[in-house]
């Protein structure tokens, strides 16, 4: 258990319409990033939060969003939704900003989205 | 641009020989170098990280890696494998720096399986 959490663990929904992933980071952890998982496109960053401010982008699509609110926690927010966007979404959290360079990335176990 | 290739997509192996994974990368610097393994229904877990001095890293759960510059490498190795090692690993090089954050890029991974 790497104290990330991640809700909810799978998510069926239909195209067109709007969802909401949350994760919790471990505790004392200040970074927040999100990754997509495909079997096209292999694992992906999406984008990182720190202590409530985004910090690095990647392949984030306009229709995705996502916020770091103060108590930490992360929402990573997918709106009309494709076929395509059917993937496994990881959140991963560490302490410091560096992305992984100077500290470690915990991941948490996924949301598995399924958009039919 | 950063990238990282696994040459092989499926390893089998028999239970206690020993494994070598291959990872080579692509990257204009000093590179930062990480093995993550990610067991069934689970988010990935750090095996080990190459930053910068000794050239053979030691990581957790038995595993190594080995930074060779001249081959652009840093293959993953283990002695000795036990059938709780069947997963998906992954090689990320890290990583472009986006606002001060160095996040990873992952290649498409290796899944390993262990024969009895």
């Known amino acids: 258990d790497s104290g990330v959490t991640q809700t909810p663990k799978h998510l069926i929904t239909a195209t067109g319409q709007r969802v909401t992933l949350r994760c919790s980071p471990r505790?004392?952890?200040?970074?927040v990033y999100w990754y997509q998982q495909s079997l096209d496109q292999g694992l992906q960053f999406l984008i990182q939060y720190y202590n409530g401010e985004e910090r690095a982008k990647g392949n984030i699509l306009e229709r995705f969003s996502a916020q770091q609110f103060p108590d930490l926690h992360s929402e990573l927010n997918l709106s009309s939704l494709e076929l395509g966007d059917s993937a496994l979404y990881f959140c991963?959290?560490?302490?410091?900003?560096?992305?992984?360079?100077?500290?470690?990335?915990?991941f948490g176990p996924g949301t598995r989205l399924t958009v039919l | 641009a950063q990238s990282v290739t696994q040459p092989d997509i499926h390893i089998t192996v028999s239970e206690g020989a020993s494994l070598e994974l291959r990872c080579n990368y692509s990257y204009g610097a000093t590179p930062y170098l990480f093995w993550y393994v990610q067991s069934p229904g689970q988010g990935l877990q750090l095996l080990l990280k190459y930053f910068s001095g000794d050239t053979l890293v030691q990581g957790i759960k038995g595993f190594e890696a080995e930074f060779k510059r001249s081959q652009s490498s840093f293959n993953l190795r283990k002695p000795s494998v036990h059938w709780s090692d069947a997963a998906e690993y992954f090689c990320a090089v890290g990583g472009f720096p986006s606002g001060g954050s160095y996040i990873p890029t992952f290649g498409r991974g290796t899944s390993l399986i262990v024969h009895p």
């Open positions: 505790s004392g952890d200040l970074s």
């Open positions: 991963a959290s560490s302490v410091g900003g560096s992305g992984g360079r100077t500290d470690t990335q915990y």
